[in-house]
């Protein structure tokens, strides 16, 4: 197939002859691939849009300038954004950064031209980075799955139907995690019967439209307005203490009181549990 330099395809029946630079315009047709060298924002002075994010891409070791990035969604009020990552740093060190794309620590992409005009390279997608990890590769035994890692945040979903969003943490361009105490958060959505779990290395707090809050950390449970409801000075304590008299009174857990103060002992402390744990009962049905 032949094409004018518009584009447009050229019938077979037509003569023609290859003109000087005809190769390149057919050039714009091909899909290519390449690695970001950096992004331009709306405001950017670089930018020709002025409406949208362009990358600068390394196509064939030239740069080409706005490049916009193709979406998900286009509608009016659906819509998707996010910025692909671009070199932080580069790894010369290794490597000659002239002779290899590898040497960037940014994305592969690939590019199209639209209608062949090389002022119109739209990112189509984009591609492995050859030095990307090994422990990210899938496997049979994983079957049907989806698993996006951006910016030290996996989300997942498992051919079980399990929906889990966990904090792996981020990573800095030698890649160290950078924020280990937020490492090991997850939140996971059961497949088999809806049921969530959480999980955080410090504190869940969850607040609803009336302004409430129920805070869940490893010093205390469920609470309502920023306080906890079981500290270990509440109902712990007094648990602890009502065993602690049991103990105490009998000799070893299981052996009958011997007297009378042992009795009235064991009495007082239990008097004392049940008004911690009716307080607690009181305040846990407040949150429901």
Do not use: W
């Not at 050859?130 to 496997?139: A, E, G, L, Q, V």
């Not at 490893?218 to 008299?245: I, R």
């Amino acid at each position: 197939m032949r094409y004018r330099p518009d584009g447009s395809p050229i019938p077979s029946h037509v003569a023609s002859r290859n003109r000087p630079g005809a190769n390149a315009h057919y050039n714009q047709f091909r899909l290519m691939k390449g690695i970001i060298v950096d992004v331009v924002y709306p405001d950017d002075q670089r930018s020709r849009s002025r409406a949208h994010l362009e990358y600068i891409v390394k196509v064939n070791g030239r740069d080409v300038p706005g490049c916009s990035d193709i979406r998900n969604r286009g509608a009016i009020y659906n819509y998707s954004e996010k910025t692909r990552k671009i070199p932080e740093k580069s790894l010369e060190h290794k490597i000659d950064q002239s002779v290899l794309d590898e040497n960037y620590d940014s994305e592969f992409v690939y590019v199209l031209f639209l209608n062949g005009d090389a002022d119109y390279p739209i990112i189509i997608g984009s591609d492995e980075h050859p030095r990307h990890p090994d422990y990210k590769k899938i496997s049979m035994a994983d079957g049907k799955l989806d698993r996006d890692e951006f910016n030290g945040v996996e989300v997942k979903i498992d051919k079980d139907s399990n929906y889990t969003i966990e904090q792996l943490g981020r990573k800095d361009p030698d890649g160290d995690i950078e924020n280990e105490n937020a490492v090991g958060a997850k939140v996971k959505i059961s497949g088999e019967d809806g049921s969530i779990t959480a999980f955080s290395p410090s504190t869940i707090t969850l607040e609803n439209g009336d302004g409430k809050k129920f805070v869940l950390s490893d010093k205390q449970t469920l609470g309502a307005g920023g306080e906890a409801l079981l500290k270990g000075d509440t109902v712990v304590s007094a648990l602890n203490s009502f065993l602690q008299s049991v103990v105490t009174a009998s000799g070893s857990v299981g052996l009958p009181p011997q007297n009378a103060a042992a009795i009235a002992q064991i009495g007082v402390a239990a008097t004392i549990l049940k008004a911690k744990l009716q307080t607690f009962k009181s305040k846990n049905s407040e949150t429901d």
